[in-house]
């Protein structure tokens, strides 16, 4: 595949068509496999027309039968009036609902932000302002523990960044990063992360609370944040920079994500491999990169900043594939890299507390074929005191999950020495 294939608008078309291409060395069968060895063609028509046959007789309440024009419990909670299909400059809803815009790409976040140049970006001003490419929003209500939902904080993943969109006179294509300056890879890695924005709902409409004191921008750039659980410290995530592999700075491609039951915020790292470059022919993790497209050179931050660079860091990639905890009720707080939750492609960190009181943390990866895991925290989360989950997330097992042929599920224990998890193999 060439980026500079006329079949792709932009770099950020060309890397998302790259995710197509397995890097899963397996020959097991996919969900999508088990799936239609279970049903074939016939059986889900079959399945469909019984469906059809119940519905006729008794229809679902969450779908309603509205007919046009009524409304209440008798319209059904998804009636409304469908809009025609097409592409303008305005943002189009059903008649009777409303769109605002509550932040957009360089608001202001925190205090002393500046207003927002198109033209003209800075880092400095960045490291203040609304990130871009918004992904997983979370909320925590105000005051903490209540079930407030007109008052709370917006927890928000900014994902990735499009050169081509934000910089003037960038164009579609650069593969080979000419245009690329230390100015405009400071202002992307400014971009990325996270924004911790207090909200209030006031006669209908919401709006964000200026001087908020919960207000707080989190990056790829200067955002400092500690490794922790089982593999804190281990020499494969040791570096220059960091020879006790317990600190590392930033967060990236923070895609989807969760809201634990004492009010944490989980950023979830997800395609790590497009921010390093560097020839890893020689590099003693060259297996385990492989596995997971390291280096993906989708990014130019390798040039400016050595933990990008794996000829200068050979371990910097597996300081990022993690699941971030933050406390956003406390700004001045240290994010925290779980490892005990995986490192991979996570798409997601939802959680539930478990019947026995352990917290379940639920994540895919987001690589094609790819796997579901959950995390199961050892101890019981403590409902009455937020202070005493704080490390909650450092010690359980991670399962991934073995969708088999008769539609069950089994999850399988990721522990050193059970199944296929040797020092063999």
């Known amino acids: 595949m060439d980026q500079n294939d006329d079949r792709y608008s932009s770099r950020s078309e060309y890397f998302e068509a790259l995710e197509d291409i397995p890097t899963n060395p397996s020959d097991a ?20 027309l019984s469906v059809s046959a119940v519905g006729a007789l008794a229809p679902l309440p969450f779908i309603g039968d509205a007919k046009a024009g009524e409304t209440g419990d008798k319209a059904g909670r998804f009636a409304f009036q469908e809009i025609p299909h097409g592409a303008d ?9 409303s769109a605002d815009v509550l932040m957009r790409w360089g608001d202001p976040v925190v205090a002393g932000a500046p207003s927002f140049d198109p033209m003209t970006h800075t880092s400095a001003a960045q490291l203040k302002q ?21 008052h709370g904080l917006l927890c928000i993943n900014h994902e990735y960044t499009d050169e081509e969109l934000m910089f ?4 579609k294509h650069d593969k080979g990063f000419s245009r690329v ?21 006031e006669g ?16 790829a750039l200067d955002t400092e944040m500690t490794l922790s659980g089982p593999a804190a410290g281990h020499d494969r995530l040791k570096t220059n920079e960091d020879p006790t592999g317990t600190r590392v700075v930033g967060t990236i491609n923070n895609c989807a994500g969760g809201i634990t039951p004492w009010g944490t915020y989980l950023m ?4 790590f491999h497009f921010y390093f470059m560097g020839d890893t022919s020689a590099n003693p993790e060259k297996d385990n990169y492989a596995r997971y497209g390291v280096p993906g050179n989708r990014y130019a931050w390798a040039r400016f900043h050595d933990r990008f660079d794996l000829e200068k860091e050979p371990n910097a990639a597996n300081r ?13 707080s240290t994010p925290v890299k779980r490892t005990a939750l995986g490192r991979f492609k996570h798409e997601g960190a939802e959680s539930i507390i478990n019947q026995d009181g352990r917290l379940v943390v639920y994540s895919g990866d987001d690589q094609r074929f790819e796997f579901l895991y959950k995390f199961v925290s050892a101890d019981k989360v403590d409902t009455e005191n937020r202070e005493a989950n704080r490390n909650l997330l450092d010690k359980g097992t991670l399962y991934v999950a073995r969708f088999d042929a008769d539609g069950g599920v089994e999850w399988l224990p990721l522990v050193h020495g059970k199944g296929p998890l040797t020092v063999e193999n």
């Open 29 to 48: 069968p996919t969900l999508g496999d088990v799936i239609n060895r279970r049903f074939n063609r016939r059986d889900i028509l079959k399945d469909a």
């Open 89 to 97: 400059l305005t943002h189009h809803v059903a008649p009777g609902y």
């Open 130 to 150: 609304y990130g871009y490419n918004n992904d997983y929003v979370g909320f925590v209500p105000l005051p903490f523990g209540s079930n407030n939902s007109d």
């Open 168 to 171: 003037p006179g960038y164009g």
């Open 181 to 201: 300056t230390k100015d405009i890879v400071d202002v992307e890695m400014a971009c990325h992360g996270g924004s911790v924005v207090e909200v209030k709902k």
């Open 204 to 219: 209908g409409k919401w709006r964000t609370v200026d001087g908020s004191r919960y207000a707080r921008r989190i990056s």
């Open 268 to 271: 979830a790292e997800e395609n």
């Open 320 to 332: 990022y594939g993690w699941i971030v905890e933050v406390d956003p009720l406390d700004p001045t």
